[in-house]
């Protein structure tokens, strides 16, 4: 049985950090690239961070690149996103996603896994 599980959501003040945790069963992380999405109230889920099967190549949502920094790690077979200078507009549910294979990796609809989300408020 596939699950993925999202950890280390909260509430922080703007400027601050968090590290997501996203544990894999089910399947070894290393088949799939992995992605973060994130959803905020009203608004569409959309892309965040993304890394391909060997962790060398990383792709970000607009203007994400520099603040946010994702990572797998095969040993634990999980993937974090490290989020530092956090602002209130990154407050939203985060998601972890497993890549079906085929289709635009920026897209909800190339994904076939999903964790149930954490949420993260960032406070002004």
């Known amino acids: 049985q596939v699950q993925l599980v999202e950890s280390g959501g909260g509430l922080v003040q703007a400027g601050g950090s968090l590290r997501l945790s996203c544990a894999v069963s089910?399947?070894?992380?290393?088949?799939?690239?992995m992605a973060w999405f994130r959803q905020a109230p009203g608004k569409e889920r959309e892309f965040v961070a993304g890394?391909?099967?060997?962790?060398?190549?990383?792709w970000y949502g607009d203007s994400l690149k520099g603040r946010f920094t994702i990572s797998r790690a095969s040993a634990r077979n999980s993937v974090a996103l490290q989020m530092n200078s956090l602002k209130p507009e990154d407050t939203a549910v985060y998601y972890c996603?497993?890549?079906?294979?085929?289709?635009?990796?920026?897209?909800?609809?190339?994904?076939?896994?999903w964790g149930q989300g954490t949420q993260v408020t960032v406070s002004s």
């Open positions: 996603a497993a890549f079906r294979g085929y289709g635009n990796i920026r897209t909800t609809s190339a994904y076939n896994y």
């Open positions: 089910g399947f070894t992380i290393s088949q799939y690239p």
């Open positions: 890394v391909d099967v060997s962790g060398t190549s990383t």
